[in-house]
């Protein structure tokens, strides 16, 4: 087991450091032997809308920059130098179509297209590219792609200086956050639900290099297999997002949330003050989470979309082992209000009825029993 030594002992990726538990003898390992490329992170997320005039408008006020705009495309930028973090094309309904990776060097493109038989095509991005088109097991489209022209950076929200006891950093002023739009930095990380979680979590493992920074299970069900993982890019020795992707087993299949990094506490406090004045809906927070560590505040946007504004998450290199803990609803935070039946999609509708019949009914991860875990977590 992997370690680092303080004072001569040997400290473990599960004694204070992320989890309490790691894994037992013939558990997932986590990680692929031999994977076929690894991605260095998350580029950007597709989506389709009827209307990009009120996309745009939200994704100004939730504090997006516009990168391009055409009559059928929304183009949607962080601060941070990089490609764009969101594509909106005009659609007929709203609906998530999948992401896309970026690949860590051009022939990692023709590596992973010979593997998986695709092609390697124009990629129609700002700036120009190339990338591989995919088919996760869940069904989802996955774009890996390499860029040509990066975004130039724009300027920074500044963190508020902090006094700490008697280090005294402002003296003489005041703190006086702007009401304004929490300017994002990048995208942080995307979470899917799928009835296929063994299946999707291997295939992300071996096709793109992921590693799993903490694994779920339902409680009485450890046995079976994880049922939610937080995944990351392998960086080597490089700290990498605890989570690039989460995913957990249900009973649909779907976007659940997306994430993106602005500043500080001050950012996402003062920033949902905007939001909420201009008649937007909060879906849970403002918190800290456990998995992952990040301080965070999730929103709906006018498609019924959940968006998270986050900062200060964790970071891994790559020899720190998966943790194990059970699946519960307390176990989503370490301080902030009860997460709300919003943000759980606990709310019952008759599509998630119909996805929980088809589920049952289907050949898939899904059964009773772990329906009645899922149900069991999410009241715990």
Known sequence: MSGTHVNGDVLTAHQDLHSEQGALRGEHPGRSRNPVIKVADLAWLEFEKPDLDRAEVFARDFGFGVAARTESELWLRGTFAGSPCMVIRRGRTSRFIGPAFRAAERADLDRLARATGRDVRDADV????????????????????????QLPALPEQRPLPLNFGTDHRRTNATQRPPREPSRIQRLGHLVLETRVFGRALDWYLDTLGMIVSDFLFLDGQRGRGPTMAFIRCDLGSVPAD???LAMHLGPGTGYVHSAYQVTDLD??????????????KRSWGIGRHIQGSQ????????????????????????????????????????????????????????????????????????????????????NS
């Open 126 to 149: 700002p700036g120009g590219g190339k990338g591989v088109d995919l088919l996760d097991p869940s069904g989802f489209p996955v774009r890996v792609v390499h860029c040509g022209e």
């Open 242 to 244: 605890h989570h690039t």
């Open 267 to 280: 950012s996402i406090a003062a920033g949902g003050e905007y939001l909420k004045e201009r008649g937007y």
């Open 295 to 378: 301080l965070f505040d999730y929103w709906r946007d006018p498609d019924h979309f959940m968006l998270e504004h986050f900062s200060d998450g964790d970071l891994f290199s790559c020899d720190v082992e998966p943790g194990w803990a059970p699946m519960s609803t307390s176990g989503l935070a370490q301080w902030g209000p009860p997460a709300t039946r919003d943000f759980l999609g606990a709310s019952p509708s008759p599509q998630r009825l119909r996805d929980v019949v088809e589920a049952l009914r289907g050949d898939n991860e899904m059964d009773p029993a772990r329906l009645f875990g899922l149900l069991k977590a999410a």
